[in-house]
T-cell receptor, first 113, second 111 residues
Framework: DAGVIQSPRHEVTEMGQEVTLRCKPI?????LFWYRQTMMRGLELLIY????????DSGMPEDRFSAKMPNASFSTLKIQPSEPRDSAVYFC???????????FGPGTRLTVT | KQEVTQIPAALSVPEGENLVLNCSFT??????LQWFRQDPGKGLTSLLL?????REQTSGRLNASLDKSSGRSTLYIAASQPGDSATYLC??????????FGPGTRLSVLP
């Protein structure tokens, strides 16, 4: 398996623009997680899905953030409008329901100017 | 609310040394604890997962221990190598909750 795939790997955008981050989990995994990592706050869970259904989005910082999982092999994290303080590395992770080990993607480094 | 801390924040050792990384958590009613490695600009790689009923897990030169009563876990790395240089994060999961990550320890192993 190719592991968790994220795209783009790097994104530079101007404040106010819409940003869409994409994730393909490992095939067969039941859970999908979106994390954000910054120097100041470390790694934070934003939202997670179980069988494509959002379970807990309490980590989503504001209404500007939204996430979807239209099918078992694809998820998006959208920021609209983006702000400079959204600059961070965004990770997607997935796991099986029968295991507690999470597998992380390489991350998307977002820079909002 | 679970809080996870890691000491030291950074560590530099000569190649060949044995070393210990520390992880502390405030809520001892955990479900499991996982150690990750993160290389610069990369994602996280799972190293070891310890269930709440376990005291330790071993994988190669790595050994992770868990003491729930004191709210601590240690990651022991034997015979360190320059390739071990990375940031090591511990993550703690309570029942019905998701992982809470520590800030990480940045390890440098000097050749």
């Amino acid at each position: 398996d190719a592991g968790v795939i994220q795209s783009p790997r790097h994104e530079v955008t101007e404040m106010g623009q819409e940003v869409t981050l994409r994730c393909k989990p490992i095939s067969g995994h039941d859970y999908l997680f979106w994390y954000r990592q910054t120097m100041m706050r470390g790694l934070e869970l934003l939202i997670y899905f179980n069988n494509n259904v959002p379970i807990d989005d309490s980590g989503m910082p504001e209404d500007r953030f939204s996430a979807k999982m239209p099918n078992a092999s694809f998820s998006t994290l959208k920021i609209q409008p983006s702000e400079p303080r959204d600059s961070a590395v965004y990770f997607c992770a997935s796991r099986l329901a029968s295991s507690y080990e999470q597998y992380f993607g390489p991350g998307t480094r977002l820079t909002v100017t | 609310k679970q809080e996870v801390t890691q000491i030291p924040a950074a560590l530099s050792v000569p190649e060949g040394e044995n070393l210990v990384l520390n992880c502390s958590f405030t809520d001892s009613a955990i479900y499991n604890l996982q150690w990750f490695r993160q290389d610069p600009g990369k994602g996280l790689t799972s190293l070891l997962l310890i269930q709440s009923s376990q005291r330790e897990q071993t994988s190669g030169r790595l050994n992770a221990s868990l003491d729930k009563s004191s709210g601590r876990s240690t990651l022991y790395i034997a015979a360190s190598q320059p390739g071990d240089s990375a940031t090591y994060l511990c993550a703690v999961r309570n029942y019905g909750q998701n992982f809470v990550f520590g800030p990480g320890t940045r390890l440098s192993v000097l050749p």
